[in-house]
């Protein structure tokens, strides 16, 4: 019986484990760049949104929660092709869905032509 308990409390851990490490968010860096290289370009800058969304089912199971910044991040890098991207705004909302919660990630920036 002793035998039992302690397979059932490894087995516990490890599901726990598992569970909380698919908890985990993964960052983003974005790239300092130096004013001097889009100042001639000042006036010709454009504002680029991308947005991208997850769902958390029953409040509990996650759903494209945690890649949600990156893939949004990378759709942004995409529409601006080349160019410098500054003035980075993230914003986060969540909607109610009956039998969860939608979660959307909005990036707003401002692409720059390189000279």
């Not at 958390?56 to 996650?62: D, H, N, R, S």
Request: charged fraction near 20%; glycine fraction near 4%; aromatic fraction near 14%.
């Amino acid at each position: 019986m002793n035998f039992f308990k302690k397979l059932l409390s490894i087995a516990l851990v490890a599901i726990f484990a598992v569970w909380f490490i698919g908890c985990a968010g993964k960052p983003i860096s974005f790239k300092s760049i130096d004013p001097k290289n889009y100042a001639d370009v000042k006036d010709k800058g454009r504002t680029i949104t991308a947005s991208e969304s997850g769902f958390q089912l029953l409040l509990f199971i996650p759903i494209d929660i945690n890649t949600r910044h990156v893939r949004a991040y990378n759709q942004l890098l995409a529409q601006a092709h080349d160019d410098y991207i500054t003035d980075i705004k993230i914003e986060e909302s969540w909607t109610y869905a009956l039998v969860g919660t939608v979660y959307t990630t909005t990036i707003t920036a401002t692409a720059y032509p390189k000279k």
